[in-house]
């Protein structure tokens, strides 16, 4: 009998708790990485995707598809929209202050994104079993309220931050320690020191 991954909660599967120290309602997410191709501000060709925190276990996010990020002339490359959608439904992590990695992400394309485009990306968790934490998203055109091109749903995984720390070469680690700035943790008490 083969497992099949899925992306919906099972029907025991609970809704956790916003953490105290999430980022307040309101506020941009930080980046985790100032070199993420999604999130990060020194990136040169990324997506520079911004998130704000919502009310509850949801963020906004939106995007600017450039030059840099086509497939087919003029339009987002379709895997790129799903890293998109990566990094929004990753980034709701924030909010449960929980270290985790995408497990299953699937993404549906309802409409192409053209160059110079925005896209809106509205993401919440749906539920959480165990270690594991359900999200949806729907990425809508220049607008909150714009016509939905992209859905999606992804299953995370959460891990301990060593997972982070043990993958890295020496080399990187010891750039990351000589450049903290770099890093901001979804647990900012995380000390990358030994």
Request: charged share 20%; with cysteine; glycine share 8%.
């Amino acid at each position: 009998m083969s497992r099949i991954a899925s992306t919906t909660p099972p029907a025991d599967a609970v809704m956790p708790v916003r953490h105290l120290k999430a980022p307040a309602i309101g506020s941009q997410i930080p980046s985790h990485f100032g070199h993420c191709f999604g999130c990060g501000e020194l990136h040169k060709t990324g997506l520079h995707l911004i998130a704000i925190a919502g009310e509850s276990l949801d963020l906004t996010a939106k995007f600017t598809v450039t030059e840099n990020h086509q497939g087919a002339p003029g339009l987002a490359h379709g895997g790129l929209l799903s890293l998109a959608f990566d990094e929004a439904l990753g980034k709701l992590m924030w909010l449960i202050r929980t270290p985790a990695v995408t497990g299953r992400l699937e993404t549906d394309f309802l409409l192409p994104v053209p160059m110079g485009r925005t896209l809106y990306i509205d993401a919440r968790i749906t539920g959480q079993a165990g270690r594991k934490i359900y999200t949806q998203a729907e990425g809508r055109l220049d607008s909150t309220s714009g016509e939905i091109a992209v859905r999606a749903s992804a299953l995370f995984i959460a891990v301990p931050m060593e997972h982070f720390i043990k993958n890295l070469t020496d080399q990187y680690k010891d750039h990351l320690v000589k450049h903290p700035e770099l890093m901001a943790f979804v647990d900012p008490d995380f000390d990358i020191n030994p």
